[in-house]
T-cell receptor, first 115, second 116 residues
Framework: DTEVTQTPKHLVMGMTNKKSLKCEQHMGHRAMYWYKQKAKKPPELMFVYSYEKLSINESVPSRFSPECPNSSLLNLHLHALQPEDSALYLC??????????????FGPGTRLTVL | AQKITQTQPGMFVQEKEAVTLDCTYDTSDPSYGLFWYKQPSSGEMIFLIYQGSYDQQNATEGRYSLNFQKARKSANLVISASQLGDSAMYFCAMRGFNTNAGKSTFGDGTTLTVKP
């Protein structure tokens, strides 16, 4: 199984809502990532988890809260978002974090709209 | 620091012809990996091909090949026999083996349109 799944595919939320994005992989990968991508732009790294521990936080606002409950699951909890947070949120995994030769497997993404 | 430059915002190619997408890079890492990803309008990033900095031969994967010129710091993607389904955005990316190993640096992307 070489697939990363993400739910939901689309999400519309108000600025006062709390929601969560979910990501799952069953490839035995030890590194998982959250990216934010605006239209026609490259993905921007948000968080990296390695062996279920937060390894990298790219100075992301606290209204985004990541969680890694186990080695296969990665969540992104959203609270009090702003309209400028509307974007495609991509989850990815790779064999190891420190593997320059490891390709990242990406999920299909969640298209988030904040009203 | 790592930097990827893709100088072609948009490219057009006739179906069944070959096309080259340019990528140049800069890094202080002595060892690194270079990747190409395809992103159709649906949004999913699809891994295409990998080239290691110490690989002696250029990487090939089916219709995709990577023209790696280390001295020039370039890693161009060549797509042979273009198909309509190749229309997408293409990103060149890099990962270091040592510093910043967890961070992939992406270029700004090239939008490829295949004409029938």
């Amino acid at each position: 199984d070489t697939e990363v799944t993400q739910t939901p595919k689309h999400l519309v939320m108000g600025m006062t809502n709390k929601k969560s994005l979910k990501c799952e992989q069953h490839m035995g990968h030890r590194a998982m990532y959250w990216y934010k991508q605006k239209a026609k732009k490259p993905p921007e790294l948000m968080f990296v988890y390695s062996y279920e521990k937060l390894s990298i936080n790219e100075s992301v606002p606290s209204r985004f809260s990541p969680e890694c409950p186990n080695s296969s699951l990665l969540n992104l909890h959203l609270h009090a978002l702003q309209p400028e947070d509307s974007a495609l949120y991509l989850c990815a995994s790779s064999q190891e974090e420190a593997g320059g030769q490891d390709e990242q497997f990406f999920g299909p993404g969640t298209r988030l709209t904040v009203l | 620091a790592q930097k990827i430059t893709q100088t072609q915002p948009g490219m057009f190619v006739q179906e069944k012809e070959a096309v080259t997408l340019d990528c140049t890079y800069d890094t202080s890492d002595p060892s690194y990996g270079l990747f190409w990803y395809k992103q159709p309008s649906s949004g999913e990033m699809i891994f295409l091909i990998y080239q290691g900095s110490y690989d002696q031969q250029n990487a090939t994967e089916g219709r995709y090949s990577l023209n790696f010129q280390k001295a020039r710091k370039s890693a161009n993607l060549v797509i042979s026999a273009s198909q309509l389904g190749d229309s997408a955005m293409y990103f060149c990316a890099m990962r270091g083996f040592n510093t910043n190993a967890g961070k992939s640096t992406f270029g700004d992307g090239t939008t490829l349109t295949v004409k029938p």
